[in-house]
């Protein structure tokens, strides 16, 4: 079982930066892919950004250029750090890992509010 926390939403003005944080806890040593997926109101949830226990990321268009995501193995974390905000990128954040055995955990979710 791998556990998943996430922090750092918030609310903040269109053009504006949050970083979100996710600390992962449990059977770490078998995880090979952690990413951010997003979820509007009335819309499904998508991919925002992944990144692989060897660094290789992989971004939606809707995000290339501004936002960054970045992994520390020794911390067991992964980082969100996103810049030049719109309004379309408020959402509920979800933090997300994949198992070498392709177990799929989420986090709990954190708000982002991005106003214009």
């Known amino acids: 079982q791998v556990q998943l926390v996430e922090s750092g939403g918030g609310l903040v003005q269109a053009g504006g930066s949050l970083r979100l944080s996710c600390v992962a806890s449990g059977s770490i040593f078998s995880l090979i892919v952690m990413g951010w997926y997003r979820q509007a109101p009335g819309k499904q949830r998508e991919l925002v950004a992944t990144?692989?226990?060897?660094?290789?990321?992989n971004y939606s268009d809707s995000v290339k250029g501004r936002f960054t995501i970045s992994r520390d193995n020794a911390k067991n974390t992964v980082n969100l750090q996103m810049n030049s905000l719109k309004p379309e990128d408020t959402a509920v954040y979800y933090c997300?890992?994949?198992?070498?055995?392709?177990?799929?955990?989420w986090g709990q979710g954190t708000q982002v509010t991005v106003s214009s």
């Open positions: 997300n890992a994949l198992t070498r055995g392709g177990l799929e955990f």
């Open positions: 990144i692989t226990r060897g660094g290789s990321t």
